[in-house]
């Protein structure tokens, strides 16, 4: 929830710096705005390690009426280092109809309106243009002074960092682990059938026990149980904010050998606080006790039988 907030802020950043920089087309040279976009780009996909790529889309002939396509983008290149580019303004290309930039702002919209929401996620998908990653790209729309829509500014997140994470969690010895994309039902990852991934939730019979629609939360509250191939297993799952669940799947008898392991632990730690809450008792009785002890004995010390069959008492001298 986190790192998607942050990646969302760096996009309603863009959007902001697209903007400002389409008022101010007008008043400064072409060289000058290219330059300025390509400083931006590169400066702020350097401040955010999570982000693989970002870019400023303008609808065609918006930005400059002699250009259909006109979309600066900076991203992290194979040595590791930001790099701007405009190779992705192509026929070839056609940013205005990839998945990413649809879901931000369909074809069929009116440009004279604002779109419902600020910001948009897309679905999963590979990157074809040149990482070939599996990604995902959230979207914030710009909008002209006169609330006419300008195009997308756009922050590419590269899954493969979330899914190894998500690969090593380990509950117990055979529990596995899945990601799921609730909006679009694609699988980003699933240890339990590797084949799966960015096949639909409901190709994969188990996982359509889940409840795609529960409510976000921070913790894993929500259970469901399901047989694979013969073993009967417990899944708990939670969503994160942008829909994404995380489940873990676990045999249900590593669980019941684990509540028997902890139901063992928990008994001998019963009885040894019990044998020692007992041992306690007696020392504290005997601590208690022990002065009238003594008091009693010399009593009993003080008290005897004469010759005559008289009982003699004598004086009991008690030092504390």
């Known amino acids: 929830n986190n790192l998607t907030e942050l990646l969302e802020h760096k996009a309603l950043d ?100 604002r779109r419902p929401q600020s910001i948009y996620w897309s679905d999963p998908y590979y990157d074809e243009a040149g990482s070939k990653a599996l990604m995902m790209t959230v979207d914030a729309v710009m909008y002209s002074p006169d609330d006419h829509v300008i195009g997308l500014a756009s922050v590419d997140w590269s899954l493969q960092e979330m899914t190894h994470f998500v690969q090593q969690i380990k509950i117990t010895e055979n529990s596995k682990v899945f990601l799921v994309d609730s909006r679009s039902d694609l699988i980003l990852s699933n240890t339990l059938q590797t084949d799966s991934v960015m096949q639909k939730r409901q190709s994969v019979a188990w996982l359509n026990v889940i409840d795609a629609n529960v409510q976000e939360a921070i913790d894993i509250s929500h259970a469901a149980t399901a047989t694979v191939d013969g073993i009967a297993y417990r899944i708990y799952y939670a969503k994160s904010e942008i829909g994404l669940i995380l489940g873990v799947v676990i045999p249900q008898g590593e669980i019941y050998q684990e509540i028997e392991a902890v139901a063992k632990a928990q008994a001998f730690n019963g009885v040894v606080i019990i044998v020692f809450f007992i041992l306690a008792m007696l020392f504290l009785l005997y601590v208690l006790f022990k002065p009238f002890q003594k008091v009693q004995n010399l009593i009993a010390g003080s008290i005897a039988m004469s010759d005559g069959n008289k009982l003699q008492i004598k004086p009991v001298e008690y030092a504390e």
């Open 14 to 113: 863009l959007a902001k710096a697209g903007e400002l920089l389409y008022d101010l087309r007008k008043q400064q040279a072409a060289a000058q705005m290219e330059s300025a976009f390509k400083n931006y780009l590169v400066d702020s996909i350097e401040q955010l390690p999570a982000a693989i790529g970002g870019g400023v889309w303008f609808e065609p002939k918006v930005f400059d009426p002699e250009k259909i396509y006109f979309g600066p983008y900076a991203f992290i290149n194979s040595q590791n280092t930001v790099e701007f580019t405009w190779d992705l303004n192509t026929p070839t290309y056609d940013y205005h109809n990839q998945s990413w930039y649809l879901r931000g702002l369909p074809a069929d919209w009116p440009r004279n309106q």
